[in-house]
């Protein structure tokens, strides 16, 4: 039988483990921390009995069939839509950006076709083509939007201007004309019953699979592999010998009181006064639980040093010019593949890392069958 060794136990390391091992082989996954599930990893909080996201907020949200099959399997899905709020210059509003937005902002009370005619106004038509995150806001929402919900939030958020950075973070968000205030436009949503870690534990659950938690991996190991599939830092694995490719951390400020704080799940702060970009009341992730109780965290967003968990990659020009030169170096190294968030530096969502994890393994499964090389990408990082 051969044997193979997925390093991380996230979403990446575990479906393809799973995946692996269906097909009647046997993996052995390593993780450094003391838990599966990587970041999405939770835990119920011992004083309030809330259902915890240790490192921040995680919404299954998608449209992949497959994948919202896949997971179902392993855990029930509870409704929950994402209601986020904003505070700009002492004031709420809805986001993501919507009618409600428009109209509490301005003072107005307009229609869909009125606020569509009225935000083309506001807008920088002469940007054709945006290619930065200002860029991009200007042309879609205009200053003054552009102004009080996303440039200080993505200064804090990102530690540099949004002229910097691509247009693909902001395209995360929509701009609605109608009351829809839900965050996300994918037809699934919801939050499994038990948490993320209780779903990583099931597809791990194989006679097949054994888990090494506490327990990193070096690049000397990868030859007691059939193949190794390395979800950590490209970076790391190389030991940083080119340098560290940029991300952002998250340090967490622990609130605990009684009732309810903030009365919805995620408050963001938009000015770039308040030092911390937004606070998560965990049991509103859980709204079919009751809990006297309540802990918040607010998110204070920092450059990621050495020994810091990293969290988003930053993806500036220099780091891509590094990034090409890590990607030389893996394409030279046998029997390892790069995947998943961290193998292949990219921003990504649960249900795309699902996805991806699933087709590879399933691509390797093919390749091998035929003796075909198997590449050190199977989703290209640039
Ligand atoms: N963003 C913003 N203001 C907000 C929310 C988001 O400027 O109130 C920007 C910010 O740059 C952020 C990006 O939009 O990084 C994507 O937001 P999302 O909520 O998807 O971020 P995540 O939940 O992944 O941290």
């Not at 301005?106 to 009125?114: I, L, N, T, Y």
């Not at 810091?308 to 220099?318: G, K, W």
Request: negative net charge; proline residues 5%.
């Amino acid at each position: 039988m051969t044997h193979f060794a997925a390093i991380g136990a996230g979403f990446s390391g575990a479906v393809i483990a799973r995946t692996l091992v269906e097909a009647g082989h046997r993996v052995t996954v390593f993780d450094a921390r003391t838990h599966v599930a990587g970041n999405c990893h939770t835990e119920r909080d011992p004083e309030s009995g809330v259902m915890v996201h240790k490192y921040g907020p995680h919404i299954f949200h998608t449209d992949n069939e497959r994948v919202w099959e896949y997971l179902n399997q392993y855990t029930e899905f509870m409704p929950y839509t994402n209601r986020v709020k904003t505070i700009s210059g002492g004031k709420v509003y809805s986001l993501p950006i919507n009618l409600l937005t428009i109209n509490q902002f301005f003072g107005e009370a307009m229609s869909p076709a009125e606020a569509r005619a009225f935000i083309e106004k506001q807008a920088d038509l002469n940007i054709e083509d945006p290619q930065t995150f200002e860029e991009q806001a200007l042309r879609f929402v205009g200053k003054d939007l552009y102004e009080a919900f996303f440039k200080g939030y993505t200064q804090k958020q990102w530690g540099c201007s949004p002229t910097q950075l691509p247009a693909s973070i902001l395209k995360r968000l929509p701009v609605r004309f109608n009351y829809d205030d839900n965050y996300f436009f994918h037809k699934y949503q919801g939050m499994p019953r038990e948490g993320y870690t209780a779903i990583v534990e099931k597809i791990l659950d194989h006679p097949n699979i054994s888990v090494r938690l506490s327990t990193p991996f070096s690049r000397s190991q990868v030859k007691d592999y059939d193949h190794v599939f390395y979800s950590g830092p490209v970076d790391g694995y190389f030991n940083y010998e080119l340098g560290r490719l940029g991300y952002r951390t998250l340090d967490f400020k622990e609130i605990r009181t009684d009732g309810d704080y903030q009365g919805c799940a995620v408050m963001n702060y938009a000015d770039e006064s308040v030092p911390y970009t937004r606070i998560a009341e965990h049991k509103h992730f859980s709204p079919w639980e009751e809990h006297d109780k309540t802990v918040c965290f607010a998110e204070y967003s920092r450059t990621c040093e050495s020994g810091d968990i990293p969290y988003y990659p930053v993806r500036l020009a220099q780091e891509q010019t590094m990034l090409r030169d890590y990607i030389k170096k893996a394409r030279a190294e046998p029997g390892v593949s790069f995947v998943g968030r961290l193998g292949t530096y990219r921003y990504l969502d649960m249900d795309v890392t699902i996805a991806e994890a699933m087709h590879l393994a399933e691509s390797f499964l093919e390749l091998t069958a035929k003796n075909n090389p198997v590449p050190a990408f199977f989703n290209e990082p640039i």
